[in-house]
């Protein structure tokens, strides 16, 4: 074949390439705009973070108690504030003291944002008066601004519990123990609802240890990672 002959060949064949490498770009273009692609190292935005990875669930249900200070705290005035949410109560001879010093660190690291508290939910009501839990938040060093000791009725306290936070409460019979309850911390977002992250399996956790159990350590650097994703929404 003559190189004349060669030419329209040569010519078929760059046009054919221009036009599916102006395909190409327009595809790429396409997916970057409808953010199909994104960028892992992107930390001056971390709303794909928290819209991707953290499960939303239920909303917390309506609840009114009163906290160590004798002030009235709901789900309502929570509103606006990412928190933390764990059931104690203030004589608890076994799992109460780490969860409650666990609990501490992770407040004291989040304290830096005006929207962050924490909130302990008292399952020993009749006990653990306002009075009572202002001397227990004390010996946490806890700030008055950013965690809330509560305590209410004892019925529409379990109910919560079980309900809205599938946390397990109940009463013991031996004396020296007289209540359980796990050992879980839950993570809620301004809006009022429960979010976690999922497992390595892809399965949400949708609550986090508060201690240490046999082989299986607290979350305490997971629910903080995630308490800062909200926070920084």
């Not at 709901?74 to 949410?85: D, E, H, W």
């Not at 977002?189 to 979010?195: E, H, K, L």
Request: aromatic content about 12%; hydrophobic content about 35%.
């Amino acid at each position: 074949m003559s190189k004349k002959s060669d030419t329209p060949y040569y010519i078929g064949l760059g046009i054919i390439i221009l036009i599916f490498g102006y395909f190409a770009v327009t595809n790429i273009i396409d997916y970057v705009q409808k953010d199909k692609v994104v960028d892992s190292n992107r930390s001056e935005d971390r709303d794909p973070v928290a819209d991707k990875f953290l499960v939303k669930f239920n909303k917390v249900p309506d609840f009114k108690f009163i906290n160590q200070n004798g002030d009235t705290v709901s789900n309502t005035s929570l509103l606006g504030k990412v928190y933390i949410v764990d059931f104690f109560f203030t004589t608890c001879p076994t799992i109460c003291t780490p969860m409650s010093r666990n609990l501490s660190q992770v407040t004291k690291k989040l304290s830096k944002y005006d929207d962050y508290t924490a909130v302990s939910i008292s399952i020993d009501p009749e006990n653990d008066t306002p009075e009572v839990l202002k001397k227990y938040a004390s010996s946490y060093q806890a700030q008055d601004d950013n965690w809330h000791f509560l305590t209410g009725n004892k019925l529409a306290t379990y109910k919560l519990a079980r309900e809205g936070f599938n946390a397990y409460v109940g009463e013991n019979d031996d004396p020296a123990i007289r209540f359980e309850h796990s050992g879980n911390f839950a993570l809620v977002d301004r809006d009022g609802y429960i979010r976690s992250r999922k497992d390595s399996q892809g399965n949400p956790i949708y609550v986090y240890s508060g201690i240490a159990e046999g082989q299986f350590p607290a979350q305490l650097d997971e629910i903080m990672d995630d308490a800062e994703t909200l926070l920084n929404k």
